[in-house]
């Protein structure tokens, strides 16, 4: 064997080893002070002040389990006045150290924005600020594709278009808009879901037509996974993928069979008490790596 080859191997080998040990951060708040408020999405309609605080806590508390098994989950407190604050995604967008912090369309949320500014420049990240004229909800309604190649950007309920100009600006990176038409489906993260392997999992009902030719030219018919209405209403694509396991809500029979028979490790968690403010397991995290 030659002296390149054992150093290719050795290099290869090392990196299998980096990837099989490596453990993605992920950035959590405990729901001691979630109640639905206020109504500010369809979901939180007749729901006010209805969500057990008892039962949300021991739903998160599995969530958290499940995700700790996967990746190392770091907590940001909450604070009074911020109910959603527990819905961390909506945070801000991170991207090679720099975190674009969420300018809420709804006042009822801005107050959580300086929070989450304080808590990521105290963790040594770089803070953007979009104006508030822009906004723009984090992560919530930008994804990038499992290989990092594109940035998913929807915009319409609560992240506008011209948000994206600033994104591109800041980080020069591929990045497609897609328009969100359905009002239950208010951020991205409710109806698309890029996954390892090159799929995605969505609803097509959530997106403008001109938004659904987009996706299907990117992604391939067999890496596209179409979600129904009754996995969508449960959130089915609010989901945290991590490797080959993927952490949501309940879903149907049909839909964890087609994504068991492509190799996924499907982990469910009831989270019914978060339904009720219109977030689920990917609202609930924030990827910080």
């Excluded at 080998?13 to 980096?18: E, I, K, W």
């Excluded at 604050?85 to 674009?100: H, I, K, Q, R, S």
């Excluded at 149907?252 to 978060?274: G, T, Y």
């Amino acid at each position: 064997m030659s002296t390149s080859t054992i150093v290719l191997n050795t290099l290869q080998s090392s990196a299998v080893s980096f990837l099989s040990s490596y453990r993605p951060r992920l950035l959590m708040c405990a729901p001691h002070l979630y109640d639905v408020d206020y109504v500010i999405n369809p979901w939180m309609e007749g729901n006010v002040h209805s969500a057990s605080r008892e039962r949300a806590m021991e739903q998160w508390r599995e969530l958290y389990d499940q995700l700790s098994l996967v990746a190392e989950v770091v907590l940001i407190d909450p604070q009074p006045g911020s109910p959603d604050m527990v819905f961390t995604a909506n945070a801000g967008l991170l991207y090679n150290g720099e975190v674009a912090i969420s300018s809420f369309f709804h006042p009822e949320r801005q107050g959580e924005e300086p929070h989450f500014r304080r808590w990521f420049e105290e963790q040594g990240y770089k803070v953007l600020d979009l104006a508030r004229a822009t906004p723009f909800e984090g992560e919530g309604d930008a994804l990038f594709s499992g290989d990092r190649t594109r940035l998913w950007v929807g915009y319409g309920p609560r992240t506008l278009e011209s948000s994206h100009t600033f994104l591109r600006d800041a980080w020069d990176v591929e990045l497609v808009g897609l328009e969100l038409v359905d009002p239950r489906f208010y951020h991205l993260d409710t109806c698309f879901a890029p996954l390892e392997g090159g799929y995605v999992m969505y609803y097509p009902a959530a997106f403008g037509a001109a938004s659904l030719r987009k996706i299907e030219a990117f992604y391939p018919e067999d890496k596209r996974i179409i979600v129904a209405e009754q996995d969508a209403v449960r959130f089915a694509c609010n989901a945290v993928n991590i490797g080959s396991t993927i952490i949501l809500n309940r879903i149907s029979n049909e839909l964890l069979a087609h994504l068991n028979s492509l190799e996924f490790e499907v982990v469910q968690v009831d989270l019914s008490e978060f339904l009720r403010a219109g977030g689920a397991a990917k609202c609930l995290v924030m990827k910080l790596e």
